[in-house]
């Protein structure tokens, strides 16, 4: 079901004004006037991009408060990588990482602050500081518990799409058609996610752009994103400097900044209401250009 720019099939036109305001506990963002960006704030050693930069939590708070004052609507904090191949963490140590800065985040900055998680456990204590999001690569695949932790706490929950675990996802992944596929098993994750007694107002849909797909696949949901709308929950996107970007442009990471901006502006023109990335004040003007070009009236 695939569309041309400006033709929307009925009931998934690229507009937010179909969608309540999103519930993240202390907030409620309207995803109707404009995209939201999402700042990113790793405090992890080997993160793809930026791994180790943020460690110093006071480093990392000062960062965050950087992306604010650069136009970021909410910050999400990862203790673990997630990048391919990446191994994973304990409890213990993610903690260890995210917990100084979340505890100085949640109380300095007024904006929905996520934490970059799929551990109920680790959960459980971020949002007992007051975190507003969980964000779960997993889609609840990894830990269940989750689900209810977030409901528990009235929080806001990410469901993003992905096969395997970060070390096996690039292995082989293969799909017949991958926006199908990565929809209906979206459509799943929503549906046990309420019946944990995750609020439906609570819940965002990532399609993992860069978990357990090559390159193509991200093109294509890129492409096609219009066909999530009928998941009827808010649509965040994550393409910022992913390697399907380096691939196509043939450049490392530190320079991939004008695809992201690309892939941020397709994603918006198909009706994205949240893009989550690095480059903040760059990003924040792609993203109010893009927004007033698909606002613009007709006539």
């Known amino acids: 079901m695939s569309s041309s720019p400006g033709h929307w099939p009925e009931g998934s036109a690229p507009s937010a004004n179909r ?43 000062e960062y965050a408060h950087q992306m604010i004052e650069e136009g970021a609507d909410l910050i999400d904090v990862g203790g673990e990588s997630t990048r391919p191949g990446a191994e994973p963490v304990s409890v213990e140590e993610e903690l260890r990482r995210i917990l100084p800065p979340v505890k100085q985040l949640v109380k300095k900055l007024s ?3 996520s934490v970059d998680t799929y551990k109920a456990d680790v959960a459980a204590v971020v949002l007992g500081e007051g975190v507003d999001l969980i964000n779960d690569v997993s889609a609840l695949g990894f830990d ?14 990410v469901l993003m799409h992905m096969r395997g675990t970060p070390r096996t996802m690039q292995e082989d992944p293969r799909y017949i ?21 995750v609020h439906p107002e609570a819940i965002v849909v990532d399609p993992g752009i860069g978990f357990a797909k090559h390159a193509k696949h991200n093109l294509v949901l ?24 380096g691939g196509v442009l043939d450049l490392p990471v530190e320079e991939r900044l004008e695809g992201t901006a690309a892939a941020v502006a397709a994603a918006i023109w198909q009706g994205a209401h949240i893009v989550r990335v690095h480059d903040v004040r760059a990003i924040v003007r792609v993203a109010r250009m893009a927004d007033a070009i698909r606002n613009a009236p007709e006539a």
């Open 19 to 61: 969608l309540p305001p999103l519930r993240c506990r202390r907030f409620c963002l309207d995803l109707t006037a404009r995209t939201q960006i999402m700042g990113v704030l790793n405090v992890t050693p080997d993160s793809f991009s930026d791994g180790g930069w943020y460690l110093d939590p006071d480093r990392a708070v």
């Open 111 to 113: 904006v929905p602050i």
């Open 144 to 157: 269940p518990r989750l689900a209810s932790v977030v409901a528990e706490a009235g929080a806001g929950l």
């Open 177 to 197: 058609d991958v926006v199908a596929e990565v929809r209906d098993y979206l459509r799943e994750r929503i549906l046990l996610a309420e019946a944990r007694g």
């Open 222 to 245: 890129l492409k096609r994103l219009t066909e999530f709308h009928v998941l009827k929950k808010p649509l965040l996107i994550g393409p910022s400097r992913k390697s399907f970007i």
